[in-house]
């Protein structure tokens, strides 16, 4: 099966501040140590739909990916609206935000994970302009079952690619605090930094693997694969529900044109 090397991370934190962060990882029992992950509370920036702002923010990134080794997977905004000087109804703030901030690092082939406020109408996505969801791979909304309640659920109101799962239900739990995803095993779906598309779902993965190495069609039905992955020799003793995640992730994968 293929591994996933941990994510090195960059959180711009505009929202919380370092003492949330401290009882944050204390209640998830977070190590001393966190070398992958870099946290800057309230970074000194101007907004990032200006050149001068857009010219610190690419500074502060590859100072701090020093750190990481010049290697880093994913920068998180939060919020995306305390990035920016213009005005958030405004579509031309965020053509600049994304030409000038977020494709240089997308050109570098880092992800970036935007955190936003939906406006009063939840239905209608993020408050502010349309434009600001113009460039975005996936857009999820995440929304409690009722006030306070740890039963989350992340819709996909777009995607320009296939492998996003239209819905995540997740459970939020204490001691250490987590969150327990609770969908079907190819649900969930990451691309690697040399651009594989793999599950996260280890059980899942390890088929793709197997069915991959042994050249089964990734056209085959679930029945079909099964037989002629057992007939290659494959030895894998897999449940129903990861042979169907696994040929599901293969036929969505083909159709997006990334073979293994």
């Not at 000194?44 to 701090?64: Q, R, S, V």
Request: net charge negative; proline share 4%.
């Amino acid at each position: 099966a293929t591994e996933l090397d941990p994510a090195r991370v960059i959180y711009l934190d505009a929202e919380n501040g370092q003492d949330w962060w401290r009882d944050g990882l204390e209640s998830m029992g977070a190590p001393l140590d966190l070398p992958n992950l870099k946290v800057i509370c309230y970074p000194d920036l101007a907004g990032l739909d200006t050149p001068k702002g857009a010219k610190e923010f690419l500074a502060l990134i590859a100072k701090t990916a020093a750190e990481l080794d010049d290697c880093v997977d994913l920068v998180v905004f939060d919020t995306v609206s305390r990035f920016i000087e213009g005005g958030e109804n405004d579509a031309d703030t965020w053509s600049q935000f994304y030409r000038l901030a977020i494709q240089p690092l997308r050109d570098q082939k880092i992800a970036v994970l935007r955190l936003d406020h939906l406006g009063k109408d939840a239905d209608r996505g993020p408050r502010g302009s349309s434009h600001k969801l113009s460039d975005v791979d996936a857009d999820f909304r995440m929304t409690a079952a009722k006030a306070g309640s740890d039963d989350l659920t992340l819709t996909l109101g777009k995607r320009r690619r296939q492998h996003f799962a239209q819905t995540l239900t997740v459970t939020r739990k204490d001691g250490p605090l987590r969150h327990e995803l609770h969908t079907s095993p190819a649900s969930f779906i990451v691309r690697t930094a040399d651009g594989t598309v793999v599950s996260l779902d280890p059980d899942t993965n390890a088929l793709v693997a197997d069915l991959d190495q042994l050249n089964v069609s990734d056209e085959f039905g679930r029945d079909k694969a099964r037989k002629t992955y057992i007939q290659a020799g494959g030895s894998i003793a897999a449940r129903d529900v990861v042979w169907a995640a696994a040929v599901r992730f293969r036929k969505e994968r083909a159709k997006d044109g990334n073979q293994p």
